[in-house]
């Protein structure tokens, strides 16, 4: 008998697990609408032309090796990414209060943040909306954080936000609670804070003592524009609040295995950096010891580089109005079936993902009979749409409803 006998089965991984089901179908026309990836018109992934020519340039620079990075990553990076969110204008790095850590992407970053805060500030409850991204728990919990807790976030019914339990849920948060606030694009809903709902969270984070601890995961997905899309976490920045953010460039560089991440911090005082500094370095050394090149350093000649940032920007455009226009293609075909149900949500709805309001029930139809993956919540993945099968999949929710 094994010694490893005692282990029991862990629950699958939803998301994953659609992608195997997906993947064994035979079915000549199956839909996967599940991943959270960019898919091209043709249903491929799509590697950002920027990026692949950067990546050329950097292949042919004999100048450069494969030397470890600093635990805390390559600077030029971090230095770029931080002020890619927080803006040229930005008073915190002009008075040397921002600063920003290389991480393993998006993940990897709130894992650091959550870890540095859970051991050097002992902080114990944590917020995520319901619903959210279905990692967050997972990750602050294996931080150390040992208070899960849920705001509400989703009124399904009227398929918008639900912003008076949103801030009933916040005025009731114990006094440093970190609370994870999505930065744009919310996954799986869609649907973002309006400008004065943020001054309104803000308020109140403010006068309960939170910690904001931001995930921008889509910057420029939302919109299309890269500026817009920082609003929430530039607006908290002005306010004077101490922050932290993870930022993903796994979306928005297309760059989703290279595990390109940045921790950016806002502090009130900028001595508090170097020793804040110094005990992030021990997080991270004892966890992974220094991250991987490759993609920092993509990003980072992208985003030094004037011409090439404008080339990214095209890029990021491209991607957002293909989303957009699929949101207008579908909303289209259900309104014109006369499909059951209000289908402006889908066009109301930002960035890569739609809640589409279908039921449980409605969800295995899909599956079942007509190959069309999607989440058991009704999420689906604009992306996996596109003008070959939305005709297929606009019947098929028509078929799903009304059946
Ligand atoms: N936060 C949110 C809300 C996400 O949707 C994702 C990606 N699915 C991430 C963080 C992290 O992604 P990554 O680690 O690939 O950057």
């Known amino acids: ?203 109140v984070m403010q006068e309960r003592k939170l910690f904001p601890f931001f995930d921008s995961a889509y910057q420029g997905f939302a919109s299309g524009d890269v500026e817009k899309d920082a609003f929430a976490v530039r607006y908290f920045e002005k306010r004077g609040f101490e922050f932290v953010c993870a930022q993903s460039f796994a979306k928005n560089f297309g760059l989703y295995n290279e595990r390109v991440g940045n921790l950016t911090m806002v502090f009130n005082d900028k001595e508090v950096i170097a020793k804040v500094k110094s005990q992030v370095t021990l997080v991270i050394r004892g966890m992974y010891s220094n991250p991987p090149n490759h993609g920092a350093r993509v990003v980072s000649t992208i985003l030094n580089n004037p011409s090439l940032y404008e080339e990214w920007k095209g890029c990021i455009k491209t991607m957002a109005d293909r989303i957009m226009s699929m949101r207008k293609g579908l909303r289209e075909r259900l309104e014109a079936k006369g499909t059951p149900g209000t289908w402006e949500h889908i066009t109301k709805q930002i960035g890569m993902f739609s809640y589409t309001g279908l039921n449980l029930r409605q969800v295995e139809h899909m599956v079942k009979e007509h190959h069309i993956y999607l989440l058991k919540s009704g999420r689906i993945n604009m992306c996996g749409l596109t003008t070959k099968n939305i005709d297929y999949v606009a019947n098929a929710i028509h078929d799903s409803i009304t059946k």
């Not at 950002?48 to 042919?60: G, H």
């Not at 609370?179 to 943020?198: K, M, R, V, Y």
Request: hydrophobic letters at 40%; charged letters at 20%; aromatic letters at 10%.
């Open 1 to 203: 008998a094994s010694r490893f006998s005692v282990v029991e089965a862990g629950p699958p991984i939803e998301v994953f697990a659609l992608t195997k089901s997906f993947t064994d179908d035979p079915f000549p026309n199956k839909v996967n609408l599940g991943v959270g990836a960019y898919r091209t018109d043709d249903c491929v992934p799509w590697v950002l032309p920027v990026v692949r020519k950067t990546e050329q340039q950097i292949a042919n620079d004999l100048s450069l090796n494969h030397e470890y990075l600093p635990v805390l990553g390559l600077d030029s990076f971090t230095t770029a990414a931080t002020k890619l969110l927080l803006g040229q204008d930005s008073k915190a790095i002009s008075e040397g209060r921002a600063t920003g850590v290389q991480t393993l992407s998006g993940t990897g970053a709130l894992r650091v943040g959550a870890e540095f805060l859970a051991r050097l500030l002992k902080y114990k409850t944590f917020y995520y909306s319901t619903p959210t991204w279905e990692n967050h728990r997972l990750v602050f919990m294996n931080a150390g954080f040992t208070e899960p807790r849920e705001y509400r976030y989703w009124n399904a019914a009227e398929r918008c936000i639900d912003f008076d339990a949103y801030v009933a849920d916040l005025k009731n948060a114990p006094e440093n609670s970190v609370i994870i606030l999505q930065a744009c694009a919310h996954n799986p809903t869609g649907s973002d804070p309006t400008p004065e709902q943020w001054e309104k969270i803000a308020d």
